[in-house]
């Protein structure tokens, strides 16, 4: 009886890491370098995605004006505690921010932290070689357009 309760508990988390792995996986398609479309006059922003590990992809978004950076943002999507979060990093916030994954397809995620101020969910959906990144919580909602250069 106790092997096969041994069995069953390490069967289940193997299959619940493989799933997790699947579904990382499917986060592919963000690598690379992707150009902001929809900035105001004089500004560009780009962000940047690479994988680090099996379980990690790393990123940095930076918004220019002109040859001044006026804002940059750390983040990644990583496997822990057998669930997937994006984490954030920015100036505001005196640490990071996990973001849950509630939704994953071939082509788009979700990411949600309803305890966080704002944003309290982050969606990405890829169309082709087109990116909407939406942040949004509480009534708000801002879009922000890609092009993977």
Aim: proline share 3%; glycine share 8%; net charge positive.
């Amino acid at each position: 009886m106790l092997l096969l309760t041994a069995v069953l508990y390490f069967g289940t988390g193997y299959c619940q890491s493989s799933s997790i792995l699947t579904d990382f996986k499917k986060l592919d398609w963000l690598e690379g370098t992707w150009a902001r479309t929809n900035v105001r006059p004089g500004h560009n922003g780009s962000e940047r995605w690479y994988k680090t590990s099996l379980a990690e992809l790393q990123g940095m978004g930076v918004t220019m004006k002109g040859k001044d950076t006026v804002f940059v943002e750390k983040f990644k999507l990583v496997i822990k505690d057998n669930n997937i979060y994006y984490t954030a990093e920015v100036p505001q916030n005196k640490q990071a921010v996990d973001f849950k994954l509630t939704e994953i397809s071939e082509t788009a995620f979700t990411c949600e932290n309803p305890e966080h101020d704002f944003p309290k969910k982050i969606r990405y959906q890829r169309d082709g070689n087109t990116i909407k990144a939406t942040i949004s919580g509480d009534g708000k909602s801002f879009d922000y357009l890609f092009v993977k250069k």
